[in-house]
């Protein structure tokens, strides 16, 4: 029997720290808020306009048919229709809207219809048995190992539901949900059928569904599933195939033994935010080990500056320690939500701003940067240099939609999330992760307390909060002082600053400078709080050069620039028609300015700058000054196809003379 109304349901074991509900919190900001509303009113219906344009709601009307034939590409077609669900049930918090919140419900009945009485939903076998998809197997779970994505949809239907019932309190998708995922737990476990899934989040999935059931067999089979990684006798593991080695699924060896992140980086991404789940409901120490390690080493050795990951365009996967090649990053935006979905847990496991700094530059850099400033354009891949001789993999622009859809419905998702990524709790220790104007309702020792974010993040650091309690309180606030405010542009020694800023982190409490302890990476502030209280946090925003590990070869000789949170690119449109062939010398003097018509507003970097200039009639080269402009790397090819460069070199010390002339042959008009 299906429950008809749900709690959330209190845990023996759980996360230490609790991040504050997207319910709870509420945008005032000019930075995001946009963003949000830009995804309600334009990428959302634009997503399901294009799930009704290309079949995707048809496959479903068939399944619920039992005729027609599967008409889009791959098997988890579905998927795009319960992400956008899921980012329009989000968003429906923000901006309600009561057709919006019809047409959902019509689309829920749809699939509805669409399920099989037992609880099975995936419409590439549903409509016709006989004649599956390719992929999918003349038998239900045949190819799960492989490539069916039978239980990659169930965790994105999951995931779905949980979302469309605390946003609106119904339950009508949670109960489809539901259905399936009994039938899941009926089918895999210790005594049934083993299998690793071949595309991670049905974990997730499942725990959502348990942390709101309380049903036991939910959180055991996302524990099964994880635990079932590395079993199966069929890859070789000589192979340095990834495909035929497992490490393509990390399935190559047991979860507990796995140190380094491998293979696609979505799969990795939603697997080791499982793992994160499953340590802290059942005190597995086994996990929390390993996806410690591996944490390390993906912020150590696998992470883009602008915090993209998945290197190799071949399988949309981690390269090897350290390669990290600009000329052909690959950098998939699902992968940059998957990291920011991980990091949050590791957070929440941890309590350390470590993680919410990777989050932070993973979210207004590489994340972002997947979506056109008009809300219906998108990048699948994410590039770090396009250069006149760039190679095909490389994305130049953006498109409308991909046959492959998994990045613009994963930001729809995302995007309207946001609010719940920006406070967490600890007993009676209230942590501030993200710098985001807004209003927020907080339980801190059973008293209601207000506080509210006023600021013009990310391009002014300085941060005015004012804290309401509802009758005096003593807490503590935890402020997170950025790690790129405490001379760390990584946990790690990836990247680092080239110059130390001595500039100090200002807090004043009620208009006095307090002096301050730093634990973990946060301002503790503990006193009685009362009723308008003001807390001051300055952070200083120079631009800062940063350099990388000498191990990452092609970026030897270069920098990267950096201003608060936010990453910088040249684009060719700026800059005299190129960007590849811009000098930064380390004596350059930059002048930051904001402009309010200039994509959206943003804070401009410019400088005078040495230029390389190729006269090809005359075979000769020469530099030249030239005035330099950079912009936010997220806000690259809003304007047109052209050159963009993140890693700038410092001199001249060597010139690809083939490679110049082709460029200046090929200067965009």
């Not at 770090?384 to 622009?397: D, G, I, R």
Request: hydrophobic share 35%; aromatic share 12%.
């Amino acid at each position: 029997m299906l429950m008809c109304a749900y709690k959330l349901y209190a845990q023996n074991k759980d996360y230490t720290h609790v991040a504050v509900p997207f319910t709870s919190v509420k945008l005032t900001d000019s930075f995001w808020l946009p963003r949000l509303r830009t995804n309600a009113e334009v990428t959302i219906p634009a997503s399901f306009a294009r799930c009704e344009s290309t079949g995707r709601v048809k496959n479903f009307e068939m399944a619920a048919a039992h005729a027609g034939k599967f008409c889009t590409v791959y098997p988890f077609d579905d998927t795009d229709i319960y992400k956008t669900i899921e980012g329009a049930s989000y968003s429906l918090r923000i901006f309600p809207n009561p057709e919006l919140e019809k047409y959902i419900d019509s689309l829920i009945a749809i699939v509805g219809k669409a399920q099989e009485p037992d609880g099975y939903l995936y419409t590439a076998r549903t409509i016709d048995p006989a004649h599956p998809h390719p992929w999918s197997g003349t038998q239900r779970w045949q190819k799960e190992r492989e490539l069916s994505h039978e239980l990659y949809n169930a965790g994105h239907l999951y995931e779905a539901a949980v979302a469309h019932y605390q946003a609106t309190g119904k339950t009508n998708l949670l109960n489809i949900a539901l259905k399936n995922a009994n039938l899941v737990c009926a089918t895999f476990g210790p005594d049934k059928l083993h299998v690793a899934p071949g595309h991670e989040i049905v974990e997730m999935g499942l725990v959502k569904l348990y942390r709101i059931t309380g049903k036991p067999e939910y959180l055991q089979t996302a524990k099964f599933f994880i635990e079932q990684r590395g079993h199966y006798d069929g890859y070789d593991s000589t192979s340095r195939d990834e495909w035929k080695n497992g490490s393509y699924w990390q399935d190559n060896k047991p979860v507990v033994d796995q140190t380094e992140a491998t293979g696609h980086a979505v799969r990795a991404g939603y697997l080791y935010s499982a793992v994160a789940d499953v340590a802290a409901l059942t005190g597995d120490q086994q996990f929390l080990k390993a996806i410690d390690t591996i944490w390390n080493n993906v912020v150590s050795k696998k992470m883009y500056v602008q915090g993209g990951v998945g290197s190799v365009p071949d399988g949309e996967r981690f390269g090897d320690n350290y390669e990290l090649p600009n000329a052909t990053a690959y950098n998939e935006t699902c992968a940059a939500i998957a990291q920011a979905f991980w990091n949050q847990r590791m957070f929440m496991l941890h309590g350390d701003s470590k993680y919410i700094d990777v989050l932070e530059k993973v979210m207004y850099n590489g994340l972002i940067s997947g979506i056109g400033l008009d809300g219906k354009s998108f990048f699948y891949t994410n590039a770090m240099q396009v250069k006149s001789t760039s190679h095909s993999e490389v994305e130049e622009e953006r498109s409308g939609w991909f046959v492959c859809s998994c990045c613009p419905t994963n930001l729809v998702r995302f995007l309207p999330a946001v609010p719940g990524y920006i406070y967490a709790q600890k007993d009676d220790q209230l942590y501030v992760n993200l710098f985001i104007s807004s209003t927020a309702n907080i339980n801190v020792k059973n008293t209601n307390v207000e506080i509210v974010q006023q600021n013009n993040y990310p391009w002014d650091g300085d941060l005015k909060f004012t804290v309401n309690p509802k009758s005096a309180t003593d807490f503590t606030v935890r402020m997170r002082i950025p790690g790129w405010a405490r001379n760390e542009e990584m946990p790690s020694d990836l990247y680092n600053f080239q110059s130390v800023d001595d500039e100090p982190v200002v807090i004043k409490v009620n208009g006095e400078a307090v002096n301050y302890a730093i634990e973990n990476g946060y301002a503790v502030l503990n006193k009685k709080w009362k009723k308008d209280d003001k807390v001051e946090m300055i952070l200083p925003m120079p631009v800062r050069r940063v350099i990388a590990n000498n191990k990452l070869v092609e970026d030897q000789g270069k920098v990267a620039l950096q201003r608060g949170p936010i990453m910088y690119c040249a684009e060719w449109i700026d800059n005299d028609g190129k960007a590849a062939n811009i000098i930064l010398p380390g004596n350059t003097t930059f002048t930051e300015s904001f402009k309010p018509n200039v994509l959206n507003g943003v804070e401009e970097v410019t400088a005078q700058v040495p230029a390389i200039i190729v006269d090809s009639t005359n075979n000769s080269v020469k530099t030249v000054q030239q005035k330099f402009t950079a912009i936010p790397y997220y806000a690259w090819a809003n304007r047109g196809k052209g050159e963009m460069v993140v890693w700038f070199p410092q001199r001249v010390s060597d010139i690809d003379i083939i490679a110049s002339i082709q460029q200046q042959k090929q200067q965009p008009k």
